[in-house]
């Protein structure tokens, strides 16, 4: 749903139709009048905040903002951070967006907030479900960091890498981009590539049947794997991505 400007006028009350980049700004200076003091996790979370509306909405008015302004948020933009943030900042992150759509509905009368609330505690799952998928899923990759806020290292996989041989194997098979689960079978997930306009890829990678469990049809994972000669699965080298079946239209 778009919200004309005749919609912002409520009770004979004129908004004001900005650019939603005007807006943080104005939100912003709220936050620091209204507080004598900011602590580094808010300047943290409006930071965020920040980076995604220049990155998804400059130069776009509020009058054209939907529910798609914190669903593409919450589902898309912070699990490509799930590695850098902790479970903390991700609530924090919402929360703060909350904090700015009832600003918006307060100050330009364009009213997201009842369908944030109505939808905030599927969202925050699902955000926390992707956050703990990659997680988990890092200590499958070469990768040896599992985390970087805090920073954690698996050092099985950086003993593995450091003995590794850097040059890649004449008897390996080679793979990256996007990957939809379009099938499980106990541990084993089944993928399609996307954005394929020919033919289609089709991989298997093996996971413990816990993690399996969490893992959903749809889901998109974007990685670089590779295959062995003679082995059916292939691993995965680095997981760049992971996104929710619910965010499939913005990955696509």
Partial sequence: ???SKEVLQEDNVKYE???????LNDYCNNVYNMEDAIDEERKKTLEILRNYCNKFYKSINLSSIDEDFYNK???FYIPSF????SEQDIKLAIGELGKMIQFINEYHGINLNKSYKRNLNSNLEESLRIFYIIRKIQKYTESPVLSFSPMIIDMDCYKKSKNSNKQMSKKEIYEQGQFEIIDKIGGIIILKKTKLKSHNTYIKIKVENNLASNMHFHDIINMRIKKRF???????????DYYSYKSYDYVK
């Fill in 73 to 75: 948020f919450i589902l």
């Fill in 1 to 3: 749903m778009f919200f």
């Fill in 230 to 240: 003679f082995y059916s699965t292939w691993d995965i080298i680095d997981i760049k």
């Fill in 82 to 85: 799930s590695l850098t943030l």
């Fill in 17 to 23: 139709d900005k650019e939603v980049l005007e807006l």
